[in-house]
């Protein structure tokens, strides 16, 4: 096991050493933090996990939250965390980005669900998801699909970026909420866009779209909605 005394929080999560400091609004349930090489997950009762893959160990720390909860709980996610895919988030999770997570060269997605998960009360805040331009076919966000309800969903204070494919797609929720959410640089080749809305119901909130392969913003099947998209 790496020598992490330097580099890793106490169990309290009083401080972390990065690059970029990051202090959540409320204690995080698990805290997750790359040196470069690998990737830790650190619980209050200690090490949750730590690997070489990013994505797993993220998906760990998620994973850890309780089971069969009715509340939020929160991983955050803090500095630069690279190589990341497959993510995906339960109902009532909150994952809170301190930093820049790439998603990795084969990674379909950094974050989302399937379509017949039906979840509720998930949050997204705060930092950059990359959608690392290489991948001809991952985006940043991938939730929903044909089939499911999902409710009550939030992206708050985030930046989507360089994906090659559409940089946050969302199927099927009803009470979406972007607060200050930016997009640009993706769905290169005109054949994506930098945000696709399908048969969502009641979506609030502010988004800027800029630099687009495509549409800035793709919406169909979708109504009771108050959005404000402005493309920079």
Known sequence: MADRSAAA??????????DNLYTPSRVPDVLVWSDGS?????????????????????????????????????VAIVGHVTGVGGVTLPSHTHVSVGGTIRLASDGSRIFGWDGGDNITNVTISGGTLDGNASNASGGAISAGGSTGEHTNVRLNNLTVRNSENTGISISGVKNLIFNSVQVHNCGAGGKQHNIYLRRVREPR??????????????????NDGHIWITAA
Request: glycine content about 16%; aromatic content about 4%; proline content about 2%.
């Open 9 to 18: 929080p106490s169990k309290t999560f009083g401080s972390v050493e990065t």
């Open 38 to 74: 690998k990737t830790f997950a650190d619980g209050t009762d200690g090490l949750v996990s730590e690997g070489s893959d990013s994505g797993a160990v993220i998906q760990d720390a998620i994973d850890s939250l309780t089971s069969g909860r009715t509340w939020q709980e929160t």
């Open 205 to 222: 909130g502010t988004i800027v779209t800029r630099d687009s392969g495509g549409d800035g913003a793709k919406i169909t099947g979708t």
